[in-house]
């Protein structure tokens, strides 16, 4: 947890983005570091976990990372919660709560909110268009005999 928030410290020097930082480590041993880059990405997905996860991800050359446990300064976010579940990480150590974040400005209660379908406010339109044609590359991916599995 330790190097979690000395990269944490490290993007806030460098004015990279948010104060989180976040390591990926695999058998005892650091495979890759990361902090919030969105200011200095403009990417609003470059939060500390997901720039962690990326790295170890080209590093070990796959997205299976179920041998892998994520150290983090703060409570993931849910795109970035979603995330660890989608790389198979099995352990998830964090520091710092969602609501000390939320007492700093890095508020997620309203997409928690949307995710449980209680949100009054609707930020996004959701609608759906095109699913035939949409459905189209699922078909040809059902077919293979060669899945990638998830």
């Not at 190097?3 to 104060?19: Q, S, Y």
């Not at 994520?70 to 660890?84: K, L, Q, R």
């Not at 379908?117 to 077919?143: A, D, H, Y």
Request: charged content about 25%; some cysteine; aromatic content about 10%.
């Amino acid at each position: 947890m330790n190097i979690a928030v000395k990269e944490a410290f490290h993007g806030l020097k460098l004015n990279h983005g948010g104060p989180f930082g976040a390591v990926i480590v695999r058998n005892g041993k650091i495979i890759a570091k990361g902090h919030n880059k969105v200011l200095k990405t403009n990417d609003p997905t470059a939060h500390a976990e997901i720039t962690a996860i990326r790295k170890a991800s080209v590093k070990l050359k796959k997205f299976n990372l179920s041998d892998c446990e994520v150290y983090s300064s703060g409570e993931p976010c849910p795109m970035c919660f979603a995330a660890i579940h989608w790389a198979k990480i099995e352990k998830l150590y964090y520091g710092c709560t969602r609501k000390d974040a939320a007492e700093i400005g890095f508020d997620d209660e309203f997409i928690y909110d949307v995710i449980k379908g209680v949100s009054k406010k609707q930020q996004v339109k959701i609608i759906q268009t095109g699913r035939n044609k949409c459905l189209e590359p699922f078909k040809v991916w059902g077919k293979t005999k060669n899945k990638i599995r998830y």
